[in-house]
């Protein structure tokens, strides 16, 4: 597993050829994330997805026609260790385009905060600035929003550093 949640580990490069509806050499900027990889070969194949499955398909991207289709602008990530209870993750973080807010739960509590627009590299952690603290607590509360809209098991152990 990629245990981290710097760059370097969560973001992975993805190829598709489908020369009958993508064009060849486009880049797509949006946040996709592992589960939009199920939706969207059932997209492309013309079968729409079951629920409870989670995930989009990111087929309106790639072929032109994502219109006014609004996208995601935040991504969450997390990471347990191994056989660990759902409700206790070692790390939650919230990914936008500018800030990305890591929170280490288990077994230490610490916060980290990155503006990934001045430092990409991600090499000062600006939540230790008590300038910040708004900024914190606004992506912790987004952060709770699309847990919430996951049923994400951990919800209380996120809510506890608010």
């Known amino acids: 597993g990629k245990l981290e949640a ?3 580990s969560i973001r992975l490069p993805m190829m598709a050829r489908y020369p009958r509806l993508i064009k060849a050499g486009q ?10 990889l199920a939706p969207t070969i059932l997209d492309f194949c013309g079968v729409k997805p079951q629920a ?6 990111w087929r309106p991207l790639v072929t032109g026609k994502a219109g006014s289709t609004r996208w995601r602008d935040v991504f969450l990530y997390e990471m347990f260790q191994a056989r ?9 973080a919230l990914r936008t385009d500018r800030y990305k807010l890591i929170l280490n739960l288990n077994p230490a509590e610490f916060e980290e905060l990155y503006d990934l ?16 603290r708004d900024l914190v607590g606004k992506l912790k509360r987004q952060m ?9 098991p951990a919800i209380p152990a996120v809510e506890a550093t608010v």
């Open 27 to 36: 880049r797509v900027d949006n946040f996709l994330i592992n589960v939009d």
């Open 52 to 57: 409870p499955m989670q995930g989009r398909s």
């Open 144 to 152: 709770l929003a699309v847990m919430r809209e996951l049923e994400d």
């Open 117 to 132: 627009k001045t430092d990409p590299l991600e090499m000062k952690n600006l939540a230790l600035d008590k300038g910040n």
């Open 84 to 92: 660990s209870d759902p409700a206790t993750p070692t790390v939650k």
């Open 6 to 8: 710097y760059e370097e």
